[in-house]
Structure formats: structure tokens, C-alpha cells
């Protein structure tokens, strides 16, 4: 009997239950690792791939990533300029929603950010 | 889903963060790598303060393996020492400690940075076995500054990026989960078949 014969005897007739176990740890690793593969490619991606606007962005994280003073931010938003996380409603989804608000302030974002590029050139 | 715990991180802040860092050292599954990361984009963007979110997380983390050290050995010594008396797990028992005692620092303090995700095994496994308590204790620490620096300046210097490093972060912990997981099959299955060999 040949050895790779005598092995896959061992393990589907003594543990069953471990080399099941064994090739599903496998595949999840083979996965995971195609996935972590894939979200490297995206982390390295070019910046003109940046990420939309999101609900879960605050005011100033949304500045920072479009480049903006918070002030501009903060004006163009029913928000407290100066709230701490406990003090208030944090997230572009607590100030706006997820609806028409949100959809109304992007565009904004992006005329602002085209204005103060245009105005640097 | 990351999404989600995104949003959370800028309304409950540091003690989110030192909440999340403390439980998961107990092996309860929550994302607390992805937390820490996304704390440090948004005290990039100035919503936290980041001295203040390094030591939450750094007290989470010592807090939480200090109460999985003492969890287990006052719970897991005895369970320990009666598997002890049996005389064929003694042996194994005895090589798991000496095991302990001469590479545990580094186990530990491996477990608490590149191998994040067994941390909280290794911090049960060095006080039911009875590891002393201020090496295990300073491994860990070491360990844990390693970690809460490690993530949260990832977040804080990739701010723009922080919900592409949830998900790679999100995937790598699977990954090393499941090899972990692989390796530790194939080793008792390789055990198994050398003894299996023996007989024959």
C-alpha cells in the first residue's frame, strides 16, 4: 500500500471528525487569505479610488479626507462644531440621516472641494 | 457590518475602545484590532485625542489579561491538578508547563502582537498553569504598548483608509485563526500517526 494510500486510510477511518475539521480550516485559510489579497490590492489602490461620503463618517473625518477645513464642514452641517464623543450626535447618519440629507450634503462636499480647488489653481 | 462599527467608535470613543480591547482578551469575539484602528483615524481627524485613546486601549488590554490570568488560575488550577494525578495526561501536562516555563515569555508576548488572536488562550492557558505572574505579567505589557501603539497608529497614519484596513484586518484575523487552527490539527494528527507507526 502506498503512502499517501495508508494516509487518507488513517485519517478517514481513526479521525474522521479532525481531517474534516482540518480540510474546512484549510479552505477558510485559502479564503480568508484571498480575500486579504484582495483588500491589500484595494488598500494600495490609487487615491482616485477614494471612498464616497459615508453615514458613519463624522464632520471632521469627512474634512480630512476631502481636504477641508472643518469650519467649511461644519457650515455646511446642523451640527456643534465643537461636540465630543457622549456630547452629541458624532456621525453624518446622527446629524443628516441616511436619506435625501446625506445625499444633498455630498454634492455639497463636492462643490466645495471643487471650489477650493479652482480657487488654489 | 464594519460599517456599523465604524459608526460606533466616534459616539462611545475611548471607552468603546477600552471596553472592546478588555473583553476580547477574554476570547469574547469582538473586533477590538478594527476598533482601535478606526479610533486612531478619527483622533487623526480630531473627533479623539490620541494619547488619551493609546492609554484607554492600553488599560483595556492589561485589565483584560490580568483577569484572564487570574480567571484561570483560580478556576483552571484545580481542574489542572486532577488532570495531573491521571498518569496519562500527567506527562502531557508536564511537558505543556516545561514548555511554559521555558518559552512562555515569548509566547506570551507573540500572543499579544503578531498572533494577536490566540492572546487570550495563551493569557487562560499561563495562569492555569501557573506561570509566574510578573513575567506573565511584563511579557503582556510589553506586548499589549506593542499592540495598542501598532493599531492605533495604523489608524491614525492611514486616516483616509481606515474602512479599507477594517476589512484586511477583519480577513487577516481569519486567516491566522484558520492556520492556527490547521497547524494544530496537523500536529496532533501527525502525533497520531508517528504513534500509530510505533505500534505497528
Redesign the interface.
Known amino acids: 500500500m502506498t503512502g499517501a494510500r495508508r494516509?487518507f486510510r488513517?485519517?478517514s477511518r481513526?479521525?474522521p471528525v479532525?481531517?474534516l475539521?482540518?480540510a474546512l480550516?484549510?479552505a477558510?485559510?485559502l479564503?480568508?487569505?484571498w480575500?486579504?489579497g484582495i483588500?491589500?490590492t484595494?488598500?494600495f489602490a490609487p487615491p482616485h479610488a477614494?471612498?464616497p461620503i459615508?453615514?458613519?463618517m463624522?464632520p471632521?473625518?469627512v474634512?480630512?479626507?476631502y481636504g477641508l477645513p472643518?469650519s467649511i464642514v461644519f457650515s455646511l452641517l446642523p451640527a456643534d462644531p465643537h461636540a465630543?464623543?457622549?456630547e452629541g450626535p458624532?456621525?453624518l447618519?446622527?446629524v443628516l440621516g441616511d436619506g435625501p440629507e446625506l445625499e444633498r450634503f455630498r454634492h455639497r462636499i463636492e462643490a466645495a472641494r471643487a471650489e477650493r480647488e479652482g480657487t488654489s489653481q | 457590518m464594519t460599517d456599523t462599527l465604524l459608526a460606533l467608535v466616534p459616539v462611545y470613543g475611548n471607552w468603546l475602545v477600552m471596553a472592546s480591547v478588555a473583553l476580547s482578551c477574554l476570547a469574547l469575539p469582538i473586533p477590538s484590532s478594527m476598533l482601535v484602528m478606526a479610533a486612531g483615524g478619527f483622533a487623526a481627524a480630531g473627533d479623539l485625542v490620541y494619547w488619551q485613546l493609546l492609554l484607554a486601549a492600553l488599560a483595556g488590554f492589561v485589565a483584560g489579561d490580568q483577569i484572564a490570568y487570574h480567571l484561570a488560575r483560580a478556576g483552571g488550577a484545580p481542574l489542572i491538578a486532577r488532570l495531573g494525578r491521571r498518569p496519562g495526561s500527567a506527562a502531557v501536562l508536564g511537558g505543556a508547563q516545561d514548555l511554559l516555563e521555558r518559552r512562555g515569555l515569548l509566547a506570551v508576548f507573540l500572543s499579544r502582537t503578531v498572533l494577536s488572536p490566540l492572546g487570550p488562550y495563551v493569557g487562560y492557558l499561563s495562569g492555569a498553569l501557573g506561570l509566574d505572574r510578573s513575567r506573565f505579567s511584563a511579557a503582556a505589557a510589553a506586548g499589549a504598548v506593542t499592540w495598542c501603539l501598532a493599531y492605533s497608529w495604523l489608524g491614525y497614519a492611514f486616516a483616509e483608509r481606515i474602512a479599507e484596513i477594517a476589512t484586511l484586518i477583519a480577513n487577516s484575523v481569519g486567516l491566522i485563526l484558520a492556520m492556527a487552527a490547521a497547524c494544530g490539527l496537523t500536529w496532533w494528527l501527525r502525533r497520531g500517526w508517528r504513534a500509530q507507526h510505533q505500534a505497528a
Open positions: 494516509l488513517f485519517l481513526r479521525h479532525a481531517a475539521l482540518l480550516a484549510v477558510a485559510g479564503g480568508f487569505g480575500q486579504v483588500a491589500t484595494r488598500l477614494e471612498r459615508e453615514p458613519w463624522t471632521r473625518y474634512a480630512r479626507s472643518p465630543r464623543p457622549h458624532m456621525t447618519s446622527d
